[in-house]
């Protein structure tokens, strides 16, 4: 953190710190913004990734395991490699229906595949299955 703050005001850009933030307001924070840049280098299951996605964001992430799992290329988020200038070339390549275009996507694939009925119709799944194995 300490790093990240020096190299903010050498490059004299404007950033905001939050630290932890309590999940009852997580969504109060990603519906203040337009865009979820992560540029992670290895995702396993990257729930703030599919956290933006639920709350409107557009998601634009590094092309890594994890991210390419979840996101389809230009439909409901966007990939890119991990270094500045692909990821400007990207944003400036977007205009507005396209970035509306693939927010719906991103909603819509959330519904699909992460809505509460969905995640516990396949845990109650893996249960069943966990417990007919052990008779």
Do not use: H, W
């Not at 710190?17 to 865009?35: A, D, E, V």
């Not at 956290?51 to 990939?79: F, Q």
């Amino acid at each position: 953190m300490k790093e990240l703050k020096v190299l903010a005001l050498k490059k004299r850009v404007s950033i905001k710190f939050k630290g932890t933030i309590r999940n009852n307001l997580i969504c109060k924070y990603y519906n203040n913004y337009k865009y979820f840049i992560n540029f992670s280098n290895y995702e396993g299951s990257p729930k703030a990734v599919l956290e933006a996605m639920a709350c409107g964001c557009l998601v634009i992430c590094s092309k890594v395991r994890g991210n390419k799992e979840l996101i389809l290329n230009n439909y409901n988020g966007i990939l890119v490699n991990k270094n500045i200038l692909s990821l400007n070339k990207k944003i400036k390549e977007l205009n507005k229906i396209k970035r509306e275009k693939i927010v719906r996507n991103s909603l819509k694939y959330i519904q699909d595949n992460f809505s509460l009925e969905k995640i516990t119709k396949s845990e109650l799944e893996i249960y069943d299955s966990l417990s007919r194995d052990k008779l």
